[in-house]
């Protein structure tokens, strides 16, 4: 259970990160996921003054969110079906419930050793002013989406 907690809380933080660094100027007009990310990356990008390793590193943690962001979208639509299915029985089907939650779990663990890898790598190729750079960005950005969110 210890391996599994620490499993979601690695992922739960490299998603918080990867939101923080994105979501900044969300209410801008985008044509479409790709554009948005490439926009972030580039802003991102400027402000930390990276160099060409740099970059890849962060087009690779870029490529690798949009990976999985891709994979769970996949099964969304199937995942809301049987959820509505679940629902339409007079009882819920509590092990086919815990079912679909041990499903996505196991999605997210399957994809998080690349996810992670990929944003460390990033984040260790950083000096140690970027860092500070980004830890600010991301505390910000937090801070933002909290702010967005009590407002909706």
Known sequence: MKTRTRNIVAILGAV??????????????????????????????????????QTAKLNAVT?????????????????QKEVLALLDQP????????????????????HAPEMIAAMGDFYDSLTPPQQQKLREEVKERMAYADRCRWHR
Request: glycine share 8%.
């Open 16 to 53: 918080a990160i990867a939101v923080a660094v994105a979501a900044c100027g969300h209410h801008a007009s985008y044509h479409g996921p790709g554009d948005y990310a490439v926009s972030h990356i580039e802003k991102l990008g400027k402000e930390l003054n990276l160099n060409e390793a």
């Open 63 to 79: 490529a690798t969110l949009r990976k999985g962001s891709e994979t769970m979208r996949a099964k969304h639509d199937e995942k």
């Open 91 to 110: 009882k819920l089907d509590r092990q086919r419930a815990l079912g679909l939650v041990q499903q996505t779990t196991r999605d997210i663990n399957d």
